[in-house]
Structures are given as structure tokens and as C-alpha cells.
């Protein structure tokens, strides 16, 4: 019964990453509705999404 064990303890490991990773999202979401209320620019992280499609020319 060990590796079951490990599997419950995976997937316990998972379950609190996934929650971390929705928690940080909403708050981010929360995050950028606030600054759209305010008028503020959002804050970008990592590469800004694509304005532009040039296969549409």
C-alpha cells in the first residue's frame, strides 16, 4: 500500500497547487478590473498579447 500512499500524496500536491494557481489568477483578474474602473493602464507580465493578426491582410 505504499504507492498508493504516494499517489494520495500527489494528488494532494496538485490539489494545492492548482488552488494556489486559481487563487493568484483571481486575484491578478481582480487586480486588472480594478485598474480598468480606475482608468489605469494594465500591468502586463510576460509577453503582451498580439494586437495584430497579419495573416488577415
Known amino acids: 500500500m505504499p ?3 504516494a499517489v494520495r500524496a ?3 500536491e ?11 489568477n483571481l486575484s491578478r483578474r481582480k487586480q486588472q478590473a480594478r485598474a480598468r474602473r480606475a482608468g489605469a493602464a ?4 510576460g509577453l503582451p ?7 488577415q491582410s
Open 3 to 5: 504507492e498508493s500512499d
Open 10 to 12: 500527489r494528488a494532494e
Open 14 to 24: 496538485r490539489k494545492a497547487r492548482l488552488a494556489k494557481t486559481l487563487r493568484d
Open 42 to 45: 494594465d500591468e502586463t507580465e
Open 49 to 55: 498579447a498580439a494586437n495584430s493578426d497579419e495573416s
